[in-house]
């Protein structure tokens, strides 16, 4: 017993990692765990190691000697970067690799605002946790599916398959076949009493509903969530503070206001819900949530502050967008607690209901007790027959 409850667990961490690792790359951000790709950050994290990503909605603001994961503007031409905040000034975060003799903001980086920041490195006794060679592993991993994609490309001739789109089709692709090679090592096992013209019926009474029905509840709340969390996340504003009134509208004299509209387009077939704040000191943002129809657009305001100093100053705002599956005064009362909690709860609406739905279809786990359902309910048989 013993025995089997670790080799379960083993199994359910690393199937928690690597769903965790493809998460990330699908999203652009690190999820659960992360990795660095470059020595800046040694010796606390070596080239190549792995650590644990807390998201930044769970752990709030950053403080000095936290290690971040952010959206650089300009170290190595832009794009996440894991670096620790070695100070805190009223234009956002200063930042320093732990192997560099510089601070970031001194290679001309802009000072981090809260709204760059997507992840904290997970620290026990101000010690980071690594995890050796993850990245390591991962880039390997990464390295492979991206020339497996690009052979796809050129040997069918099919743009499709290149990017995260692609991989997601090729990751689809691998689930089918190791599915279908399972299947027939399944059917090779089965004695040859269990076949005979009714072993398609057979085969169908002897699946588990209950993994059927989570498959189909894991499909939509994968789709439900990418329809949240893909088109959502930090927007930026790239503002310059002029000493002179312009007509262009992020072109701002110092030290005024102006307002800028923020669309908000929904290119799915069912409503949303979207709440903008703002992720940087001088925005200001109408605090209202939006709600946008299907396949149309809304639009909130945007208050940007221009600063004292003239020059360029990049502002940032964060929207969550939810399906509209909840009223809007529950989805406010969740959204005050925490921007999570209704992202939880329309997966959990939406996974269960389907599932339980699955389960009262496909009827009850027990092969026997379905068998028995299966031949009592007649034009469930020829629907399941014809499904199958």
Do not use: C, K
């Not at 894991?218 to 503070?241: I, K, N, R, W």
Request: hydrophobic share 40%; net charge negative; glycine share 10%.
């Amino acid at each position: 017993m013993i025995r089997w409850v670790m080799s379960r667990g083993l199994q359910l961490l690393v199937l928690t990692a690597v769903v965790a690792l493809l998460a990330g790359q699908l999203l652009g951000q690190p999820v659960l765990l992360g990795f660095v790709e470059t020595g800046s950050m040694e010796p606390t994290i070596e080239t190549g190691d792995g650590f644990v990503a807390v998201p930044s909605q769970l752990v709030g603001e950053p403080e000095p000697g936290d290690v971040v994961v952010f959206d650089a503007q300009e170290i190595e031409g832009g794009g996440l970067t894991t670096h620790r905040v070695v100070d805190e000034t009223d234009t956002g975060y200063v930042t320093q690799g732990d192997a560099n003799p510089f601070t970031d903001q001194d290679s001309a980086e802009p000072p981090v605002q809260d709204a760059q920041v997507v992840a904290t490195a997970l620290q026990v006794d101000g010690s980071v946790v690594t995890i050796n060679s993850l990245g390591t592993a991962v880039m390997t991993i990464g390295e492979t599916l991206e020339r497996g994609q690009t052979w796809l490309a050129a040997t069918f001739g099919v743009r499709s398959f290149l990017g995260t789109t692609g991989l997601a089709y090729l990751l689809l692709g691998l689930s089918v076949v190791l599915y279908a090679l399972e299947t027939i090592r399944e059917r090779r096992d089965r004695s040859p009493r269990d076949g005979g013209s009714d072993s398609g019926e057979r085969a169908l009474e002897e699946l588990d509903p209950r993994l059927l029905a989570a498959g189909f509840a894991l499909v939509v709340v994968v789709a439900a969530s990418a329809a949240m969390l893909v088109p959502a996340g930090t927007h930026s504003y790239d503002v310059v503070s002029a000493e002179f009134e312009s007509d262009r509208p992020l072109v701002i004299e110092q030290g005024t206001t102006e307002e800028i509209p923020h669309e908000i387009p929904n290119g799915g077939f069912v409503p949303i819900v979207s709440y903008v704040e703002p992720g940087s000191g001088s925005v200001g943002v109408d605090l209202e949530s939006t709600t946008v129809g299907p396949r149309s657009e809304g639009e909130t305001t945007v208050a940007i502050e221009a600063s004292e100093e003239t020059g360029y100053y990049p502002t940032y705002v964060t929207e969550h967008r939810y399906l509209y599956v909840l009223p809007a005064p529950v989805l406010d009362v969740l959204y005050d607690v925490h921007p999570w909690v209704p992202f939880v709860a329309i997966n959990a609406i939406l996974g269960g209901g389907l599932y339980l739905l699955g389960r009262y279809l496909l009827g009850p786990a027990d092969p026997r007790a379905r068998r028995a359902t299966i031949r009592e309910r007649g034009p469930r048989r020829s629907i399941l027959r014809r499904l199958y």
